[in-house]
């Protein structure tokens, strides 16, 4: 029994790996099985590995950075079958799995021949055909027909049951798919503000990173108020105040030193609303895929996508990365509440501010905060809060709302709302 793997998409697509081993390493790294190579940036170094168990693979992740994905959905460990679709890393190689038996195939090879080559002696031995014979090479040969056919339909079987998943909501994307359509508008935030006491003289300098994503047909970018305003939400020493001093916005595959300028548009009138709109210096024409603002549509058991910065620029330098690229997380939605959007999924400072989209690539919600030392739990402030704060001028938000209204059977907060309670941790 051997396995093939066969590249989807990039330089390689059309090209098939085959292995016949036990267990198949892979990774970035020189020293896996099936190695995509430095280039593969979504690629851990050693990503994950398959295991012949019997008639069975089974694949596992060893913990890699971004995930392993079978048919857009992300596994620690899980059975492999043929014509899986598996993704290492989100965003990164895509290449579909296969299991092909040879011994087989020589062990019907070899009965024909045989059959074959026995019909064939027994008619020269007697000068005339052996109707024995020949009717047992055709029944041979049914056989092997049989097996064929059956193995065909089988196939056939596996790619249509695979349609029928995809066709029962053809809107649903895949995490790759909502990456690549997304990332180019998901911005690393940077945010520089002072501490200046009564007289007014600086006391100290510091900065905040964070993530933002562009609205569609208007250039201004949602995150988090407190990324903008951090000395209202943490408290600062006594007889000082804070004052923003710089704003800056660093597009994906850009350097720090590419970054846009940018200024505050609007902020929510009350700091329990965790929202922030902002307008770069320059037009830009990207914008995330969709918005979706009724969280009626939402519900507990929801797969979502999350793109941000992770950790901001201090991951950019532990990888040793020149440019900012965004980063993918998923998880799923455990509550929707008259506040927020309850997720689990891991979040990190860094990630505050960034988009959450559901399987149609559509935003939900603006990545807040999690709930004390409860990692698992993170927060998310519906994108209708936002859409609050630019509905006087609606030509800004353009056509992607499709015309939408929020749910009459659930209530969504608007400017105003009650005072957070417990420790809501900013990301």
């Known amino acids: 029994m051997r396995a093939t793997f066969t590249y989807l998409i990039g330089l390689q697509k059309g090209e098939r790996a085959n292995f016949d081993a036990d267990r198949i390493s892979v990774g970035r790294a020189p020293d896996n099985m099936l190695c995509f190579g430095d280039g593969a940036r979504r690629v851990s170094s050693h990503h994950a590995e398959v295991i012949q168990r019997g008639d069975q693979y089974v694949l596992r992740d060893l913990g890699s950075t971004n995930g392993t994905m079978i048919n857009g959905r ?6 492999l079958a043929s014509d899986d679709l598996i993704e290492f890393g989100a965003g990164g ?3 579909r799995f296969g299991v092909e038996r040879p011994e087989i195939e020589d062990q019907l090879e ?4 045989k059959q074959h080559e026995r019909g064939f002696s027994s008619s020269a031995r007697k000068g005339v055909g052996d109707h024995r014979g020949v009717a047992s090479a055709r029944n041979n040969a049914a056989l092997l027909a049989a097996l064929v056919a059956a193995m065909l339909l089988g196939g056939i079987g596996g790619i249509v049951a695979s349609s029928r998943l995809r066709a029962s909501d ?23 503000f002072e501490l200046v006491d009564s007289s007014g003289q600086t006391a100290t300098s510091e900065a905040r990173t964070g993530t933002g994503f562009i609205l569609p047909q208007s250039g201004l970018i949602i995150t988090n108020r407190h990324l903008i305003r951090d000395w209202e939400y943490n408290t600062p020493p006594p ?5 923003l001093t710089k704003i800056e916005a660093i597009l994906p595959h850009h350097t720090l030193e590419d970054a846009t300028p940018a200024e505050v548009f609007k902020l929510a009138p009350d700091k329990s609303v965790d929202v922030a709109v902002l307008r770069l210096s320059a037009p ?17 058991g929801d797969e979502v996508v999350v793109i941000g910065y992770p950790l901001g620029l201090d991951l950019l330098q532990w990888t040793r990365d020149s440019t900012a690229d965004p980063s993918v997380s998923t998880g799923f939605v455990s509550r929707v509440s008259h506040d927020f959007i309850q997720l689990n999924l891991r979040a990190y400072h860094g990630n505050s501010g960034g988009p959450v989209f559901n399987r149609k690539g559509e935003v939900i919600g603006i990545l807040t905060g999690r709930l004390g030392s409860a990692e698992e739990i993170a927060l998310c402030t519906p994108i209708n809060a936002a859409l609050e704060l630019v509905k006087e001028d609606p030509g800004r938000l353009g056509t992607s709302l499709r015309g939408r209204t929020s749910s009459p059977s659930r209530k969504l907060f608007v400017t105003k709302r009650r005072p957070r309670r417990g420790a809501l941790i900013g990301l």
């Open 170 to 192: 053809p809107e649903l994307m895949s995490f790759a798919e909502i990456h690549e359509l997304n990332s180019p508008a998901v911005v690393l935030i940077r945010a520089e």
């Open 93 to 95: 190689p895509l290449l």
């Open 239 to 243: 007889g000082t105040t804070g004052r």
């Open 110 to 113: 070899t009965v024909s021949s």
């Open 74 to 79: 992300r596994v620690v460990v899980s059975e």
């Open 284 to 300: 830009s024409d990207r914008s995330v895929h969709g918005i979706e603002p009724d969280t009626g549509r939402t519900n507990p």
